[in-house]
């Protein structure tokens, strides 16, 4: 048994994240594999690099050293770009304050650190805290760089787009004016620094409502942006995205839906790549950022809606059992005891999780925290590791290729699949409204029904499920049951056709607390 362990770590360790164990410690092919990593947008996978290079700094430079400061600076910009904000922050202030240390606290690599803290502070909402890490880092490259130097110019444009993100227009616009021209001058029409300030000034006169002045823009930022990062680029899809919402407002219908199925089909490569080398965490933690619902259910476009909803759903959990499907099935050794040994390490964390502590010591406390965390970063790696070990084979997943049509020739007649979605809805102006949806798919038709506002159906639940409790009398229940029967199943039931009997229904977010068979008997 002691041997059999020791195998499986052994193992473990050497396919552990293969992509990364590629450079060894070198650090000019860890620079360089983060930086092709970075303009090919493939944030996540360069975290393991960067994550490197800080082992590797540390132990060649020191912990103070400024090399190890730049390593934390890059390390805190990948993690920006993962969403992994918590993270960001120790690496960044950490890095500040050792340049600060050695290099004086008015100096250009003291502005970069300053300028991505701003950065950070903006993406959390701290807006004051950003603007004031923006101001200082500009009055310190205007100082060191001069005015028109791309670095100081680049600070003036993260201030502009965060004056934009405030509502504060008259600030924001001659800021990004400014930026615009000197970066054409020194670069030309079509680099990506300038294209940048194009689509924050198009960001800009969007939530103004000036709509005829953003839709160029951001079809001149689309086209550079294709043209120099590519159509499916993390990059590239949120002019797309933006373009399309744009046409919608400005009631564009068919340019809107051609531009959604190109965003769509961006994002599903984006999360088949996502899906293709992280763990369950890093997965959960990529869907929380992608909205693949937001624009058909805007356009009310029930059969793109359909296979999105049956695409993106549970996707997750898919790909987490496929991987462990193609490992048991393989007929390497190795990957089998690779399951086997993320199986023990996982139900180990549940176990040590679930189980109540019999010292309560502080010391015993942080023990435990700090084995927790051991077999959680264990059983992440190994998760990713399986899910390299999938992306070999070079199939897509099996999940993200399901559609509408598959799904109506599995039901009958009689049968229906009901879709629900929470989504958000545009109002223009960058104001937007959280609502709820259904997609009813049957044999011979697919209907999309708009269920209303969030706030609204929400409000119902919640009193509905204080009522439950016994905590209101039964009046109270009766008319709320027949208020969510009115606001939910009533648009629902309107909506299937007339041969249908038997309804699966997947509810989204609140409404899979309420009982739907209730509801049905509250509508009769």
């Known amino acids: 048994m002691k041997c059999k362990s020791v195998v499986v770590i052994v193992f473990f360790l050497l396919q552990l ?28 996978e360069a ?15 020191g912990r103070e050293s400024p090399e190890t400061a730049e390593a934390l600076n890059i390390l805190g910009k990948v993690y920006i770009e993962t969403g992994e904000l918590k993270k960001a922050e120790p690496a960044f202030t950490r890095a500040l ?14 502005a970069t650190v300053l300028n991505n803290l701003g950065a950070l502070s903006d993406k959390t909402g701290d807006y004051k805290k950003s603007e004031a890490f923006y101001e200082r880092a500009i009055a310190i490259r205007e100082k060191t760089l001069g005015p028109d130097d791309p670095l100081t110019v680049n600070a003036l444009s993260n201030l502009g787009a965060l004056y934009t993100s405030q509502g504060k227009f008259a600030k924001a616009e001659p800021l990004l004016l400014r930026t615009l021209a000197i970066r054409e001058k020194v670069k030309g029409a079509e680099d990506a620094d300038p294209i940048n300030s194009v689509s924050n000034l198009a960001t800009l006169y969007n939530q103004m409502g000036e709509y005829a002045k953003a839709e160029p823009l951001y079809e001149r930022a689309l086209q550079v942006r294709e043209k120099l990062l590519g159509p499916e ?4 899809i949120p002019v797309l995205n933006n373009l399309a919402i744009l046409k919608i407002a400005s009631r564009a219908t068919d340019e809107a839906l051609e531009l959604s199925k190109r965003v769509e089909r961006a994002g599903e490569k984006q999360f ?9 965490k890093q997965r959960l933690e990529f869907q929380k950022t992608v909205q693949p619902y937001t624009l058909f259910a805007m356009l009310g476009r029930a059969p793109e809606l359909a296979d999105a909803l049956l695409r993106y759903k549970g996707i997750v959990l898919d790909s987490l059992l496929e991987d462990r499907l193609v490992a048991e099935a393989s007929n390497d050794p190795g990957q089998r005891e690779m399951i086997d040994h993320a199986r023990s390490v996982k139900q180990r964390l549940w176990q040590l999780e679930l189980e109540i502590p019999k010292d309560l010591s502080p010391e015993a406390q942080q023990h435990r925290v700090r084995q927790c965390d051991a077999l959680a970063q264990q059983a992440d790696l190994l998760e990713a590791t399986l899910a390299c070990h999938v992306a070999k084979f070079g199939a897509a997943r099996r999940g993200l290729g399901v559609s509408a049509r598959d799904v109506q020739k599995a039901l009958s007649s009689g049968q229906a699949l009901v879709e629900c979605v929470r989504y ?3 109002l223009g102006k960058e104001k937007w409204e959280p609502r709820y949806g259904a ?10 029904v708009p269920l209303g506002e969030a706030s609204t159906i929400e409000g119902s639940i919640r009193l509905y499920q204080k009522s439950v409790r016994g905590k209101t009398d039964e009046t109270t229940l009766t008319r709320v049951l027949h208020e969510l029967a009115t606001q939910v199943w ?14 699966i229904i997947a509810p989204d977010a609140e409404l899979n607390s309420i009982s739907f068979a209730t509801l049905l008997f509250a509508h009769r």
């Not at 994240?17 to 944030?43: H, I, M």
């Not at 050792?98 to 008015?106: D, H, I, L, Q, Y």
């Not at 009533?490 to 309804?503: D, F, K, M, N």
């Open 17 to 44: 994240v293969p992509c990364a164990a590629e450079s060894g410690d070198d650090l000019t092919t860890l620079w360089n594999r983060v930086g092709e990593l970075f303009q090919a947008g493939k944030y996540r």
């Open 233 to 236: 680029h993390p990059d590239t």
């Open 97 to 110: 304050q050792m340049f600060e240390k050695a290099r004086g606290s008015e100096h250009p690599d003291v």
């Open 490 to 503: 009533a648009p629902i039931a309107e909506a299937l056709p007339p041969e249908v009997r038997s309804v």
């Open 439 to 448: 997609v009813v798919i049957a044999a011979s038709e697919i209907r999309w």
């Open 424 to 426: 958000s809805h545009y």
């Open 47 to 61: 975290i393991p690099f960067a994550e490197r290079i800080i082992v590797v700094t540390e132990s060649s430079f």
């Open 272 to 280: 088949s790549d996502i899906l293709s080398f992280t763990s369950e």
